[in-house]
């Protein structure tokens, strides 16, 4: 996905849907991935933004990463 760049993985859907709704609610669009297997339901759920939109979402969701 050219341009687009993961800021966030799970393993649960509603964890990485609550994050989307999140950067939705600040103008941020953000696209989900989902790599899980379909009947087992292990791997990885992911949430993408665009390049140039990363750093203020990642301010937006993991604001307590961010402070020394």
Not at 10 to 21: G, T
Not at 27 to 41: G, H, M, R, T
Request: glycine share 2%.
């Amino acid at each position: 996905m050219e341009g687009w760049t993961c800021i966030f993985t799970s393993a649960h859907l509603h964890e990485v849907e609550i994050m989307r709704a999140i950067l939705e609610d600040n103008q941020i669009n953000a696209i989900i991935v989902n790599k899980q297997d379909s009947v087992y339901l292990f791997g990885e759920i992911e949430l993408y933004v665009r390049f140039e939109d990363a750093f203020v979402a990642n301010q937006i969701i993991k604001p307590d990463e961010n402070i020394e």
